[in-house]
Nanobody
């Protein structure tokens, strides 16, 4: 059974950091491009980043560029999102998604498998 499971969310202070994890099972996540998305209450889902199967290329939304870093450990079937310099506006449910292909096409990448998400709250 194909599954994506996120973890690592929680409460962080402004300026703090969190690292999210996305573990894939039931398919070869290591050969897929993986994206992260977020959705804040009352807002549309927003694309955050896409990392290709071998790590290159990786793309970021302007809103997180320079603060967030996507990485992956294919041996562990895990994709990470390191979030630094967190802001209150980063508060959202963060979800990972796997593409059918191996290479990201920036925000135009299409995805066919989604995780349930993990809550990130940035507040003092």
């Amino acid at each position: 059974q194909l599954q994506l499971v996120e973890s690592g969310g929680g409460l962080a202070q402004p300026g703090g950091s969190l690292r999210l994890s996305c573990v894939g099972s039931g398919f070869t996540i290591e050969s897929k491009a993986v994206g992260w998305f977020r959705q804040a209450p009352g807002k549309e889902r927003e694309w955050v980043t896409c990392i290709s199967s071998n790590g290159e290329p990786t793309y970021y939304a302007d809103s997180v560029k320079g603060r967030f870093t996507a990485s992956r450990d294919n041996a562990k079937k895990t994709v990470y999102l390191l979030m630094d310099e967190l802001k209150p506006e980063d508060t959202a449910v963060y979800s990972c998604a796997a593409s059918a292909g191996s290479t990201c096409r920036a925000r135009f990448t299409t995805y066919n498998s989604w995780g349930q998400g993990t809550q990130v709250t940035v507040s003092s």
